[in-house]
């Protein structure tokens, strides 16, 4: 097995955004991908997964160091069966078993998934990522952006989630008082680790080879200058978003009120309860049994604050992408400004 | 694993002028990396292709390798293994069917007709393609074949590969792939991170940047006489100067200010929702 010990150099390129400087406090510092397994991730999102559904994959890889390295990976077939889980169970296991007969990694390091205009914060991302997480420690998702890809560059990301939430998810506390206990804000649900791209030297001769061969031009979609669908596109979404956002707050209103209304009848039946209480004593009767004054007044269930974190996690994540698009295309435009300045 | 002798018949093939060859990146790939995983002692490996197959060509998308010994006068390939994977395979992407097989290396040995004989009963006209990855020419000499037969028949008959052109297919995401990959390999230590927004219009126009220098120095050296005219490159060059659009002063300019406008309220609207969202989050939590 090619053996893959260098040790990490600063890459030539400045890394992805993250927190500069930021020491995550995870066992995974930097990711390490090979080029087969971006290819494969692009062939599986265009063959497979037209429109918005989104396709999934395992990841096989292992740690060096601080460094998860993802050496391959294989996608998963569509849920469209009845028996879905069990064909799944059954499907990984023997293509592990089999690509190990290969030589290839077969250790499980996470899962990949295709997104659609960037919506992927949800409760089953949430729930598949903290049972991988769960049981391999320095497993992470990617997230494959495809019509970003299409705009001119690869968009890829890998998250993982922070401890904080895998307490959280661990106790399935999501009441406000958990969240308010672990001082979770959407900011700290995902943290984004840097990914760095490796190719062994004889996938770089590949390279070589076939930008040799290969005669179709460079289509530089990346200084394409409309904008206007994919912003119309993302910001539909937004808005979809902010809708379900402002139903939640609603509720979350509605709610205290009927705390605090109900706080308020609990304190008058209780001064009625003492005036009665103390006319009667006046009277010479024996006072009211207490009553238990909870189990009269039930308190009303309190909406659980999970869905509004996915929600604000997920409004982040829409306006960050349209300001990452947004400041391109500013860029882009000046530079046709100065194009059309040499002109006349 | 089994073994077979040489007297299975022989299947015809199509005309001389076979299927073109179309090979996605991602094959290459995939065979590169079976290559640096074979086993100890093993000089090349082999596996399956899969892929789709039109009138006149061939698509090949995806492949996987299978285990396979070869020693001096025997192979033995691992048909069960082949069986499963491709069902496997199948459940994920159901229209791609066997198209052939792979292997490394720089010639076509006796074992390869063999092997080739074995897909011969899982596809029709398998396609039977070679990598040299040992770089024995310098090169890495990707090529198909098609199986004819050839000789007498009823005597001495015998298998021939004929050649096919090969062509390479991307898709556009691929496209986009392929060159983040290549960039990888100008950097020492072979790894390059994933750039930011801004930096990628940058690198784009870098090259651009780059394309238009090229260009000037051919015109500079045809002006000054050094190299010849070319009619057909004056035409490109015609219409490249006039791909800039003639647009009146006053209507780029509201062109442009209408654009920044729109890009700069969306950039407000979403710096605004940040706000309120988190705004929201430290309320709810007092």
Not at chain 1, 128 to 133: E, R, V
Not at chain 2, 22 to 40: M, T
Not at chain 2, 130 to 158: E, F, P
Request: proline share 4%.
């Amino acid at each position: 097995m090619a053996t893959r010990k260098e040790t990490p150099s600063t890459p030539t390129a400045p890394m992805a955004s993250t927190s500069p400087g930021a020491t995550l406090d995870s066992p995974v510092k930097q990711i390490q991908i090979e080029g087969l397994v971006v290819l494969k991730m692009i062939k599986h999102y265009q063959e497979e997964g037209q429109g918005s559904e989104v396709v999934q994959g395992v990841l096989l890889g292992l740690v060096v160091e601080d460094r998860l390295e993802i050496t391959n990976c294989f996608p998963f077939p569509q849920h469209t069966e009845d028996d879905a889980d069990f064909d799944e169970v059954q499907y990984q296991m023997e293509m592990m078993r089999s690509l190990r007969h290969v030589n290839i990694d077969h250790l499980h390091v996470g899962w990949y998934q295709s997104t659609y205009y960037g919506s992927f914060v949800s409760r089953a991302l949430l729930d598949s990522q903290f049972s991988y997480q769960h049981a391999i420690e320095e497993s992470v998702v990617l997230i494959y952006d495809p019509i970003k890809t299409a705009r001119g560059s690869l968009s890829l990301k890998a998250y993982r989630l922070t401890p904080k939430l895998m307490e959280i998810c661990k106790e399935k506390d999501f009441s406000a008082e958990g969240l308010k206990k672990a001082l979770i804000g959407f900011e700290h649900m995902f943290e984004e680790v840097p990914i760095v791209i490796k190719n062994s030297h004889l996938i770089n001769v590949l390279m070589w080879e076939l930008e040799e061969k290969c005669t179709v031009a460079d289509k530089h979609e990346l200084l394409n200058l409309s904008s206007s669908n994919h912003l119309e596109k993302s910001l539909q979404l937004l808005m979809d978003r902010v809708d379900d956002m402002s139903q939640d707050i609603v509720k979350y209103n509605t709610y205290s009120r009927n705390l605090s209304k109900q706080q308020q009848q609990k304190h008058q039946y209780i001064q009625r309860r003492q005036q009665e209480n103390a006319q009667r004593q006046t009277r010479g009767e024996t006072p009211l049994p207490e009553e238990d004054v909870s189990k009269m007044f039930k308190p009303p269930q309190p909406p659980p604050r999970m869905d509004t974190l996915l929600i604000a996690g997920q409004i982040n994540n829409y306006c960050q992408n349209v300001k990452e698009f947004t400041s391109q295309n500013l860029g882009k435009l000046f530079m046709a400004e100065a194009l059309q300045g040499h002109n006349s | 694993m089994s073994r077979w002798s040489n007297s299975e018949p022989l299947r015809s093939s199509m005309s001389v002028y076979g299927p073109v060859v179309k090979i996605h990146p991602v094959v290459l790939a995939s065979i590169g990396d079976s290559y640096e995983r074979r086993n100890e002692g093993a000089s090349r490996v082999i596996g399956t292709l899969l892929g789709t197959i039109d009138k006149h060509s061939v698509e090949v998308t995806n492949c996987f390798s299978v285990p396979h010994n070869e020693s001096e006068d025997e192979v033995a390939v691992d048909m069960e293994f082949a069986k499963n994977m491709y069902e496997l395979h199948k459940r994920v992407s159901p229209s791609e069917v066997i198209v052939g097989w792979y292997a490394t290396g720089f010639e076509i040995t006796e074992h390869s007709v063999l092997i080739h004989e074995y897909y011969s009963r899982e596809a029709t006209n398998p396609i039977h393609l070679t990598m040299d990855t040992a770089l024995q020419s310098g090169k890495m000499n990707i090529r198909a074949y098609l199986s004819a037969q050839m000789g007498v028949l009823g005597k001495t008959v015998g298998v021939m590969f004929t050649p096919l052109s090969v062509k390479y297919k991307y898709y556009d995401t691929e496209r986009i792939g392929i060159d983040l990959l290549e960039r990888t390999r100008d950097a020492p230590n072979t790894t390059n991170g994933l750039t930011s927004d801004l930096c990628q219009v940058g690198g784009a126009a870098g090259r651009v940047q780059d394309m238009l220098a090229t260009v000037l120095t051919y015109i500079e050296d045809v002006l000054s006489g050094k190299q010849t005219a070319d009619n057909s490159v004056g035409r490109y060059l015609m219409d490249l100067v006039n791909k800039v659009p003639k647009i009146t002063a006053e209507d780029f300019e509201t062109m442009l200010n209408s654009n920044i406008n729109d890009l700069l309220m969306v950039t407000y609207l979403s710096n605004l929702t940040q706000a309120q969202i988190a705004l929201n989050e430290k309320i709810v939590v007092l």
